[in-house]
């Protein structure tokens, strides 16, 4: 979709099935991929020149089957701790979390079986706020737990957006109003 929501391209897959789509760019600034597979089969694979971010919150949590990460995210200004969110579907599916500060240091591990939706809370420390951390979901560590269907959801005091790219990831335009985040996008 462009800017203003115009479907510039579309395209119906059978689950197994992949395709190249493209859509040609007639604006400059953001535009929206939306994947609507109804359950987690779709996988995106968007390459290294193209600076994007999965969306995350707890409207619209990122879903995961496999490991992935580290997904990087921009923690405002001014912004004193956060949540990030997991929980799995089903009993014997869970995750190990960790949390990475802007310098790439270990703030946060968890490792469980996440039936219940559970909190990562993360105080940020003196200049880290304003900054771009990072989360990772690998396989779970307990015995008899496996790495499937779980959900993260940023917290509402960050934006809802969780990047491949890293450094070269820009945060979105918006505003708190609150404890709330509220994005422009």
Request: proline fraction near 8%; include cysteine.
């Amino acid at each position: 979709m462009s800017p203003d929501g115009v479907v510039t391209a579309s395209l119906r897959l059978r689950a197994g099935e992949k395709a190249l789509m493209e859509s040609p760019v007639k604006w400059t600034g953001k535009c929206i991929l939306e994947i609507n597979s109804g359950s987690n089969l779709a996988k995106i694979q968007m390459g290294d020149i193209i600076p994007f971010a999965y969306r995350s919150s707890p409207e619209n949590p990122l879903q995961t089957v496999a490991v992935w990460g580290p997904l990087y995210f921009h923690v405002p200004a001014r912004t004193k701790s956060f949540d990030i969110w997991i929980q799995s579907d089903a009993t014997r599916e869970g995750a190990h979390a960790i949390v990475r500060d802007p310098a790439g240091r270990i703030v946060r591990e968890e490792d469980g079986d996440f039936d219940a939706r559970t909190r990562i809370h993360v105080d940020t420390g003196q200049g880290q706020d304003g900054s771009e951390w990072s989360v990772e979901i690998t396989k779970p560590k307990g015995k008899g737990l496996v790495l499937d269907d779980v959900s993260l959801e940023l917290g509402i005091n960050l934006p809802p957006f969780l990047s491949p790219n890293g450094s070269s990831f820009l945060p979105p335009a918006g505003k708190r109003e609150g404890n709330r985040y509220q994005h422009n996008s």
